[in-house]
């Protein structure tokens, strides 16, 4: 009896530490704010010209080791419902992200409970969340990847226990989805499937099932469609692109073996190069339980630990298709399961050693978590990484003018699509008077971002030449991280001299 008391005593405090981290997630909307850096902006971007001009979208954001290749669409339409019952407010589809979050935690523990067994299952939970407060002010498309990875890692074990060809449609269903959210972590997974399944199904004499693939046609239709449209622009792409650099770094084979080592012994549990020693412990955690579990055959569902080593094994010399990098969001999905390998060690090894090793592990990832409150809390309206500081600087342009006026926007990498947006979303609040971007009005404000290389660094070249103003500005609001809005008064000769055509106006190779 006592010991049924502790067990669910335990089972309470872990659901109580989902809800402390869900809060901890929160923490930026509840302060009604998100994380509002330039990756964040042009989804709403997106978000925005689908609303406004009612034109759906084939393409979602650009991929950064291929030029030409873009990520799927379906990001942008699941935040969709968000942004218009928020009428475009980022906070609105910030609270939309806390609701993925908590279906992330739902999903590792349904998938936990199937596999282990239900403490497995909410212990990995609790993991999961906590450690999703690093990223939770500002998700982007790879989430869904790690949204949806662990039922892909599920089903795809179903059916090779079974053998039902519904869980192999599943499967490849999700795969898809995977690609739409990730391409560089579902391509891989679709190939690793494939390189596991083409000698399975010939043994036991299935290969008919391998024509599931067909069901791919759905979740990828938008592929399928915008390369018929553009002459096969991605396909392409990827064929042209085998070996090349990822950016404008090309790393030598001793380098690339480096980072693929390294990947490989860090992110399983998503964590850094920094946190090398933590990484290795949880390693040597799994590893011990791999090995316990191989040796005890009659263990629940052995075979879906060594079926996901295989694809994380496998993902990494597939990764060397380019050369480059790869980022923690890359393969991030691995993580659910990850923890719900880690966290059935409970079953296997010393109890003591497990609860050691827990705490350990909800430490770290618990001063991961604090460390991104604290970051965000000490300044959270002048960041320049920060919803409320951008809409902030467009009231104040608003309101400085109080007349239609031209604009421009300079930021380093020339597409400062932080200050556009929240220069359109605010427009709504000013209906009486319009503000017109990349035109020169007898009042024209100019909003400029510090570079690296100090605050006015090519900001008075930009003016000259790109701009071109030559003159004074009759006002200037300073702020403290650097941010400058400059307010001009321009002469009709002045309006006349045009500015340069090729500046950025909106969305840019997205």
């Known amino acids: 009896m006592d010991f049924m008391i502790l067990r669910w005593a335990f089972k309470i405090f872990l659901f109580l530490l989902i809800l402390l981290s869900l809060y901890l997630c929160a923490y930026p909307v509840l302060h009604n704010d998100v994380g509002y850096n330039e990756d964040i902006a042009r989804d709403l971007l997106i978000l925005q010209n689908i609303t406004t001009t009612h034109k ?3 393409i979602g954001p650009r991929t950064e080791a291929i030029g030409g290749l873009y990520h799927g669409p379906l990001w942008a339409y699941i935040n ?4 218009i019952i928020g009428q475009g407010n980022p906070v609105s589809v910030g609270w ?3 609701m993925l979050i908590a279906c992330l935690t739902s999903l590792t523990y349904f998938v936990g409970k199937k596999i282990v067994n239900p403490t497995a299952g909410l212990l990995a939970a609790a993991l999961v969340t906590i450690y999703s407060v690093q990223y939770a002010d500002s998700l982007l498309n790879p989430f869904g990847a790690l949204l949806f990875s662990s039922l892909f890692f599920y089903y795809f074990y179903k059916y090779i226990q079974s053998t039902k060809i519904i869980y192999l449609l599943i499967s490849f269903f999700l795969i898809g989805i995977l690609i739409q959210f990730e391409i560089a972590f579902g391509l891989p997974m679709l190939i690793l499937s494939l390189l596991y399944l083409i000698p399975y199904l010939y043994k036991r004499k299935k290969l008919l099932h391998f024509f599931s693939i067909i069901i791919l046609v759905v979740p990828l239709s938008t592929y399928v469609l915008f390369d018929i449209r553009h002459n096969f622009l991605q396909l392409h792409s990827i064929i042209n692109h085998f070996g090349i650099s990822a950016g404008d770094h090309r790393l030598t084979p001793i380098e690339m073996f480096q ?6 012994v860090s992110s399983l549990f998503a964590l850094a190069n920094q946190q090398l020693w933590i990484s290795i412990i949880m390693d040597v955690i799994y590893a011990f339980i791999l090995i316990k579990v191989y040796l005890k055959k009659n263990f629940k569902n052995r075979q879906f630990y060594f079926l996901f080593t295989y694809f994380y094994l496998g993902y990494w010399p597939l990764s060397l298709y380019i050369n480059g990098y790869v980022l923690t969001y890359h393969v991030l999905p691995f993580l659910p399961v990850a923890l719900i390998i880690l966290t059935s060690g409970y079953r296997l090894i010393s109890k003591w050693v497990f609860a050691i090793a827990f705490t350990l592990i909800l430490i770290t990832y618990y001063i991961f978590a604090s460390n991104q409150i604290t970051g965000l809390s000490s300044n959270m309206y002048n960041n320049n ?3 409320q500081f951008n809409f902030r600087v467009a009231k104040n342009v608003y309101s400085e003018v109080k007349s239609s006026f031209g604009y421009y926007i300079f930021f380093p990498d020339d597409l400062g699509y932080a200050s556009r947006y929240a220069m359109t979303y605010t427009q709504k609040f000013y209906p009486h008077y319009t503000a017109n971007p990349n035109i020169k009005m007898p009042i024209t404000m100019l909003i400029l971002a510090p570079t690296d290389n100090g605050p006015n660094s090519n900001r008075i070249w930009w003016i000259k030449n790109r701009v071109r103003i030559n003159k004074a500005p009759r006002s200037v609001i300073n702020y403290a991280n650097g941010y400058k809005v400059e307010e001009y008064i321009l002469t009709d000769e002045e309006i ?3 500015s340069d055509p090729n500046l ?3 969305l840019f190779f997205r």
């Open 56 to 58: 759906l979208t084939l």
């Open 80 to 83: 969709l419902p968000a942004f």
């Open 96 to 98: 939309f992200w806390i």
């Open 259 to 264: 980072t693929r080592i390294n990947g490989l």
């Open 385 to 387: 990484n920060s919803w």
């Open 496 to 498: 006349k001299v045009p």
């Open 504 to 506: 950025v106006n909106g």
